[in-house]
């Protein structure tokens, strides 16, 4: 269940936060979730739409210590929903790693957490952030913040039907100033969650404002389970702030890793900046990975928002994103990326080469060939 060490390519250097309301913390340390060991105090954030497994692996390989799958529909589970049966797929490199999933029944929350810990997964994750409406109308997401009961009922049912630690992700209530969170959070460790992570936004708020985390400061002091803090991590600076003065035991990193894993590596002590060749390389490498994953038509339409999140931020001009968007293939794409970096075809060998064959594991009741890729 330990991820193998030394993943981060900047992993040799200083990761020491500054003493801030005297702790001090290291970026390197280890910590768990219930019996799963956990190399570094930097969490992958689920998103939905981005979080396929070339994501997570990049983002072990960059320095998360943990990654989590986007959410996945329970009832799309229960149905046997081939897409939805899709995201349970876990590579060997993967660990540790948190399966997310997410609906109202607590009866199928705990059949779909039997399956997820048969997926493979390390942890079972429960999403009471959602704030999308065609989540939060079928009573899922972050709706449960309003119902703290039936929230603890969900978090008691899948914690009983799984021998894998349980987590949740929450935000820190449905309208604005709410919070509801800080009711919520030691409910939910009572019911058995193993540890909270707090995004303190409002869901009404979706991504507008800041992230308030003196609320995660809060929950730190009332739950003696970990908790990781999300929102607005966006740099070495950033996190360590954060750690230092909410007391959480990680921070969880999303938007700023879009496109993006440098940030990672910044965040853990590393240099930020990439050349042109590398950010190729990797666009590629991804891209390969996207194909083998999601077959060559889903993944064709999946990546063009990458395009823009690689070589965006100034690393190319404008008119080349759009003019990759507008090619109908990903051969390609390929093709005029290498065209304007030829240097990344060296680096991207030396990617493949270090990543080797992975294997993935199965559920052995899923007719997994149908999924493409694999
Ligand atoms: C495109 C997108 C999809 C997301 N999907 C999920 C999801 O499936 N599950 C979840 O718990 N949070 C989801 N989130 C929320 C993030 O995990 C994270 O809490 C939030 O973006 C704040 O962190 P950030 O400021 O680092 O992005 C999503 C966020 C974005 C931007």
Redesign the pocket.
């Known amino acids: 269940m330990v991820a193998p060490p030394g993943r981060c390519p900047q992993g040799d250097l200083a990761t020491i936060a500054p003493m801030e309301n005297g702790r001090q913390l290291d970026l390197l340390e280890p910590w768990a979730i219930g019996g799963v060991e956990i190399p570094t105090r930097l969490v992958l954030?689920?998103?939905?739409?981005?979080?396929v497994q070339a994501f997570r692996r990049q983002g072990r390989r960059f320095g998360a210590g943990l990654v989590?799958s986007?959410?996945v529909s329970v009832a799309g589970i229960r149905h046997r929903n081939e897409r939805t049966l899709g995201y349970l797929r876990v590579a060997s490199d993967e660990h540790p790693l948190a399966i997310?999933i997410?609906g109202s029944d607590p009866g199928a929350m705990a059949e779909a957490a039997r399956m997820v810990e048969a997926a493979g997964a390390d942890i079972v994750?429960i999403?009471f952030?959602?704030p999308v409406k065609k989540v939060t109308k079928t009573g899922a997401g972050a709706s449960l913040l309003d119902d703290p009961g039936h929230a603890a009922r969900i978090v008691e049912a899948v914690a009983g039907a799984t021998a894998l630690p349980v987590s949740v992700?929450m935000r820190r209530g449905t309208e604005n100033g709410s919070r509801s969170c800080l009711e919520v959070g030691p409910l939910l460790v009572r019911a058995g969650a193993a540890s909270l992570?707090l995004?303190p936004?409002s869901a009404r708020q979706m991504?507008t404002g800041t992230?308030d985390h003196s609320l995660t400061a809060e929950l730190v002091s009332l739950v003696d389970v970990p908790v990781v803090a999300?929102?607005?991590?966006?740099s070495r600076a950033r996190a360590q702030a954060v750690l230092a003065t909410t007391g959480a035991a990680a921070v969880?990193?999303?938007?700023?890793?879009?496109g993006n894993p440098w940030a990672l590596a910044e965040i853990m002590g590393g240099p930020g900046e990439p050349s042109r060749e590398e950010v190729v390389a990797e666009l590629l490498l991804f891209m390969r990975e996207t194909v083998r994953e999601l077959g060559e038509q889903r993944a064709t339409s999946f990546l063009k928002k990458f395009y823009g999140w690689y070589l965006g931020r100034g690393r190319f001009p404008r008119p080349f994103k759009q003019e990759l968007v507008m090619l109908p293939t990903i051969g390609e794409v390929e093709t005029r990326l290498l065209a304007a970096a030829p240097g990344a075809s060296g680096v991207l060998e030396r990617l493949e080469a270090n990543l080797g064959d992975v294997d993935e594991v199965l559920l052995d009741s899923l007719p997994i060939s149908i999924y493409g890729g694999g």
């Open positions: 954030a689920p998103m939905a739409g981005v979080s989590c986007e959410m997310q997410f994750d999403n952030g959602c992700k992570t995004h936004r991504y992230a999300s929102g607005d991590i966006t969880m990193v999303g938007r700023a890793a879009q």
